[in-house]
C-alpha cells in the first residue's frame, strides 16, 4: 500500500476539513476572534487530521505490507486464508472474511478436482490391465495358426501392446508413489531384457544390435528403466533410413555412469534437438516419417526426473541419434 493511493482515496476526508476549516476561519472573524487564536484553532485542526490520517495509514500499510510478504514466501498460496493475521481495523475485517469463503470454495473445488483426476487415472490404469488380455489371446492365437495374415496381425498387436504401455505410464508419470522402487541393477542385464523384449520388431527391420561395456550397476526403477529404454528402441525402428543398427554402450566419469544408445536412422535437425523433451511436440522428423504423438520421449524425460536421472540426445540430420540416460553415482540423490 503506498501514500499516493492513500490519499486518493482520503480524499473526501481532506476536502470536508478544508470546508471546515474555511467554515471556522469565517465564522470566527464574524465574531472578530483575534487571528492568533482562529490560527490556533486552524493548526490544532490540521495537526490532528493529519495525526490521524498517519496513524490509519501506517496500521494499514504495516498489514498490507506483512500480507503481501507471507503470500510471496508461499508456494500454495491458495493457504493464504489460514495464515491471516487478525486485523484491528474494520475494513480488513470485512476483507479477511470474504478472502476465507472465497479460499475455501476454490480449495473445495480443487479438492473435488483432485478427486475426480484420481478416480479417473485409476480406471484407465484397470482398463490398460483389462484390455491387455485379449491383447495376449489374440497374439497367442496368431502364434499358433501362422501364416502371412496373422503375421501382420501379430505385428500389429505388438505395436498396439506398445501405445498401451505409453498410455499406462503416462497415466503413473504424475503420481509415482504407489509404483516407484529404486534398486540396484545391472546395466547389462536392463538392456539385454530390454532388447529381446523387442526383439519382433527389430527381427523384422532387419536390424543389428551391438552391446559393448555394459558391466556397471546402476539405481534406478526396473520396470520404468525397461520402459524408458523401449521407447528409444521404437524410435530408432519408427525413424531407420535403411538397416537399422543400434549400438549400446556404456562409459564413467567421476560423477555418472552413462548409458549410451545410438543407432544410424535419419537423424534429428538442429532446431527440432532442443525440443524433442517437450510434450506434444513431433518435429519434422514426426511429420514426414511417421506419424507421431510426441509423448515417447516427453514421458522418457518425466520419467527419468522422478529417477534423478538425466536425459540428454546428441543428432544432426543424416547422421543418427545417440540418447545418453545418466546414472548418478552418488545413491544419497536418489532419496531426496
Not at 30 to 44: E, K, P, W
Not at 65 to 84: F, G, P, V
Not at 92 to 117: F, G, P, R, W
Request: with cysteine.
Amino acid at each position: 500500500m503506498n501514500l499516493s493511493s492513500f490519499l486518493k482515496d482520503k480524499i473526501l476526508f481532506l476536502l470536508a476539513q478544508s470546508f471546515i476549516i474555511v467554515f471556522l476561519v469565517l465564522m470566527l472573524d464574524v465574531y472578530h476572534i483575534s487571528r492568533y487564536a482562529t490560527i490556533l484553532i486552524c493548526l490544532t485542526i490540521v495537526f490532528i487530521s493529519f495525526a490521524a490520517l498517519a496513524y490509519e495509514y501506517l496500521i494499514r500499510s504495516r498489514y498490507y505490507n506483512r500480507l503481501n510478504k507471507t503470500l510471496e514466501s508461499m508456494e500454495q498460496k491458495q493457504y493464504i486464508a489460514s495464515l491471516l493475521e487478525a486485523p484491528n481495523f474494520a475494513e480488513a475485517e470485512v476483507l479477511c472474511e470474504i478472502l476465507k469463503h472465497v479460499t475455501k470454495a476454490m480449495n473445495d473445488e480443487i479438492a473435488s478436482y483432485k478427486i475426480s483426476q484420481d478416480e479417473y487415472r485409476e480406471y484407465i490404469e484397470t482398463w490398460i490391465h483389462e484390455i491387455k488380455i485379449p491383447i495376449s489371446c489374440i497374439d497367442l492365437i496368431c502364434q499358433n495358426n501362422r501364416n502371412d495374415i496373422t503375421k501382420k496381425i501379430s505385428e500389429e498387436t505388438v505395436r498396439v501392446d506398445s501405445y498401451i504401455e505409453q498410455a499406462l505410464y503416462y497415466a503413473r508419470s504424475k503420481n509415482v508413489a504407489s509404483d516407484y522402487s529404486i534398486r540396484r541393477l545391472s546395466l547389462d542385464s536392463l538392456v539385454k531384457a530390454a532388447v529381446k523384449k523387442h526383439s519382433k520388431q527389430l527381427i523384422g527391420c532387419g536390424a543389428q544390435v551391438k552391446l559393448d561395456n555394459l558391466d556397471y550397476t546402476v539405481y534406478a526403477d526396473e520396470k520404468w528403466l525397461d520402459f524408458i529404454i523401449g521407447q528409444i528402441i521404437a524410435n530408432s525402428i519408427k525413424y531407420k533410413e535403411d538397416a537399422l543398427t543400434l549400438w549400446f554402450s556404456a562409459s564413467e566419469n567421476q560423477e555418472n555412469i552413462i548409458l549410451s544408445i545410438r543407432d544410424n536412422g535419419i537423424g534429428i535437425s538442429e532446431s527440432d534437438l532442443g525440443r524433442v523433451f517437450e510434450k506434444g511436440f513431433t518435429g519434422e522428423n514426426g511429420r514426414a516419417f511417421a506419424k507421431s504423438t510426441g509423448i515417447g520421449l516427453y514421458l522418457c524425460k518425466e520419467l527419468c526426473n522422478k529417477m534423478y536421472l538425466g536425459l540428454e540426445a546428441q543428432s544432426s540430420v543424416g547422421n543418427g541419434t545417440t540418447i545418453h540416460i545418466i546414472f548418478p553415482k552418488d545413491r544419497q540423490s536418489f532419496l531426496q
